[in-house]
C-alpha cells in the first residue's frame, strides 16, 4: 500500500466526511513542504560535496606539483596572481552571460586553494 493510500486512511478514519481541500490542508501539504525541505537540503548538500571535492583535487594536484611556500611574501604573491586571474575571468563576465561560470569557479577554488596552502605551509604549528 502506498503512502498516499495510508494518509487516505488515516484521514477518513479521524473524520469519515472529510472534503479534499481539508486531506490536503492536513495531510498532504505538511508532508509536501517537509519533503521540499529535505530536497533542498540535500541539493544543497550534493553541491557542497562537489564543490569541496573539486578543491580536494585542486589541493592535491597543488601538493603534488609546487614546493611548499617558502615565506609569507612568496604565499602572498601566489594568491594574488590566483586573484588577478580571477579578476580578468569576472570582467570577461560582466554582461552576466554565464559563459564564463566555469573559468570563473576554477580560479576561484585555485585562489581557495592558494590560501589554504598558505595557511598550511606557513601557519601551522
Request: some cysteine; aromatic content about 10%; hydrophobic content about 40%.
Amino acid at each position: 500500500m502506498s503512502e498516499f493510500q495510508d494518509l487516505m486512511r488515516e484521514a477518513l478514519a479521524d473524520n469519515p466526511n472529510i472534503t479534499v481541500e481539508e486531506f490536503h490542508d492536513k495531510y498532504i501539504s505538511p508532508k509536501w513542504e517537509e519533503r521540499e525541505l529535505l530536497l533542498d537540503a540535500t541539493r544543497e548538500l550534493l553541491e557542497y560535496k562537489r564543490l569541496f571535492g573539486a578543491m580536494k583535487e585542486e589541493y592535491e594536484f597543488a601538493v603534488r606539483e609546487w614546493e611548499p611556500y617558502n615565506s609569507g611574501h612568496e604565499g602572498w604573491a601566489v594568491i594574488k596572481e590566483e586573484l588577478d586571474e580571477l579578476w580578468v575571468e569576472v570582467m570577461d563576465n560582466k554582461r552576466g552571460d554565464g559563459r564564463r561560470k566555469a573559468a570563473m569557479k576554477k580560479e576561484a577554488i585555485q585562489v581557495a586553494v592558494t590560501a589554504l596552502r598558505f595557511v598550511h605551509d606557513l601557519c601551522g604549528e
